[in-house]
């Protein structure tokens, strides 16, 4: 709903802005590049996005992203003992992270859900540590793979859309370093509160 009201606001303001300089021309001769624009990225992302669901389906068949998810749950085991106890939100929580390792948001996003719905049991209305660390997991999600970031990246004219894979390797481990010693700081600290 916030989104609702800051979007049309910028359009708002465009519009007002664009009428007092006289530059009103301008505006929507920008709004209609924009929109063209948008259509045009969105059209050559489908076919990249399309390639790499592919590709993890592929993955599915063969049983690499299984194995990946496998290799993963003592990791999570460690992180996450309260949720690691459910077999079921063990899987979710591994597919999960191994489809963000392989930059596949879209893919990792129902997964993270079905886990953090499982997770959520018991809660009573508030969020856990172990579901807030989830959320900090997704959110700073280490990729190997920034499928989706790449596709961005072609579809934009890049000639090399993964030449950016050392940047975005280091930038996503330390992200995800730096969330996972905050979460488990910022847990120890509420229990020595209560």
Do not use: H
């Not at 996972?180 to 509420?190: I, Q």
């Amino acid at each position: 709903m916030a989104m609702t009201w800051i979007w049309t606001g910028m359009v708002v303001l465009s519009l007002v802005f664009g009428l007092f300089t006289g530059n009103l021309d301008a505006v929507a001769d920008a709004a209609m590049d924009g929109a063209a624009s948008a259509v045009e990225l969105s059209v050559s992302m489908a076919g990249i996005l399309c390639l790499w669901s592919g590709v993890m389906e592929i993955m599915n068949v063969c049983g690499l992203s299984a194995g990946l998810a496998r290799a993963f749950r003592p990791i999570l085991r460690r992180l996450m003992p309260q949720a690691s106890r459910d077999e079921k939100t063990l899987a979710a929580l591994s597919a999960n992270v191994s489809a963000n390792l392989l930059g596949l948001g879209n893919a990792a996003t129902p997964l993270g859900i079905q886990a953090a719905r499982r997770m959520a049991r018991g809660c009573s209305g508030t969020a856990s540590d172990e579901l807030c660390l989830l959320v900090v997991l997704n959110t700073a999600s280490i990729q190997l793979l920034p499928a989706t970031i790449a596709s961005v990246r072609s579809a934009s004219g890049a000639q090399s859309p993964f030449d950016i894979l050392p940047a975005v390797w280091l930038a996503s481990a330390l992200s995800v370093v730096v969330g996972v010693l905050t979460a488990k700081f910022l847990a120890a600290v509420g229990r020595c509160r209560r």
